[in-house]
């Protein structure tokens, strides 16, 4: 009788491969969020703190590169249109980009509601000067448009997105791992060489029979007989 070598754990691998994805989607993850959460403060948050402008009014407000947007409280009796609305970006260039907006954004501040009116394009990262003359008494705030803001770390989403996947596959792996190595350890089988014989024996809840002590042909296959106890060959 040989006893076979000892097996290597099978989960070591995989508990190794799922630690270094968990870490791989993590810093994925992380480095998706670092221009995602100014994106996120820039829309939403600059939005609920700006001022509220109450027409006719002259404003200069510092703005970065991107679409803006004039929103109205809906308070008022009606809309202010691009005709009465004048922007001059920093180097003193009236913009010809003032148009309509969507009226599909709205952002509640206390128990008044401002929708988006008007949009414009800003160039370049300075100090712009709003003018608007008409309606009387209009109530407004200056946001970022929220989807060009979010438009421009789309890129930033789908890595921050693929790296939560990598996350989640590494676990799965850290715990098939896991599991292999505990089934590993279960009792060996004993391992017979040499040719079968017919041993009597009774079945033991599924693991290979031990045959009855008793004197037995050499497995060895020397052509001699030798001595069964019952858990080893004797010499």
Known sequence: MSSPPAPAAPGRRLKL?????????????????????????????????????TAPFDATVTLKPGDYQLLESEDGSSLVGPAEVRVVDPTGTALTSVRRSSGAYRITRGSEQFVD????????AGSY?????????????????????????????????????????????LLIGFGGGRSSRRRPV?????????????????????????WYPDPAG??????????????
């Open 17 to 53: 491969v799922g630690v270094l994805l968990m870490v791989l989607g993590a810093v994925c993850a992380a480095s998706a969020a670092v221009p995602i959460v100014p994106a996120f403060s820039g829309t939403v948050l600059d939005a609920l703190s700006s001022p509220v402008y």
């Open 129 to 173: 000067q709003i003018y608007v003359a008409f309606p009387p008494n209009a109530r407004m705030i200056i946001g970022r448009d929220p989807g060009d803001a979010f438009g421009r770390v789309a890129g930033w989403f789908a890595l921050g997105g693929i790296g939560l996947l990598v996350v989640l596959l590494g676990f799965i792996l």
């Open 222 to 235: 020397s052509g001699g007989w030798r001595y069964w106890d019952g858990y080893r060959w004797q010499p």
């Open 190 to 214: 004993l391992v017979y060489y040499g040719q079968p014989q017919p041993y009597p024996s009774q079945p033991m809840y599924g693991r290979p029979p031990l045959p009855a002590p008793g």
């Open 117 to 124: 009116v008007l949009r414009f394009t800003a160039s370049r």
